[in-house]
């Protein structure tokens, strides 16, 4: 059970994720780099008592970033990368919703 807590880290509210919540009942979260789809369905049920219909998993590469440090008069560009991540798209039955803004999460 206490694994299952680490599972969701956080809900991804942008436009895209909202727009998905409204028209098709579905929402995103950023979840575990080694949680499968029946961990992730699992937790979902479980945090905000709801019945999940579908998981989809992807898997995000992690950008180039590039940055510059101005030292001693010097300038040092460096650049690295951001780590990978994935993302869950958890889709729910009609009769079911999740407040992510107002509730707690």
Known sequence: MAYLKSVLIAPILSEKSS????????????????????????????????????????NQKGKKKSTTIRSNGRVLRTSGFRSDWKKAIVTLPKDFTIDLVGGEY
């Not at 098709?24 to 905000?48: D, G, H």
């Open 19 to 58: 727009k998905l919540t409204e028209t098709l009942n579905k929402y995103v979260f950023r979840v575990s780099k080694s949680a499968n789809k029946l961990e992730i369905k699992r937790a979902v049920e479980e945090r905000f008592n709801v019945k999940v219909s579908n998981v989809a998993t992807i």
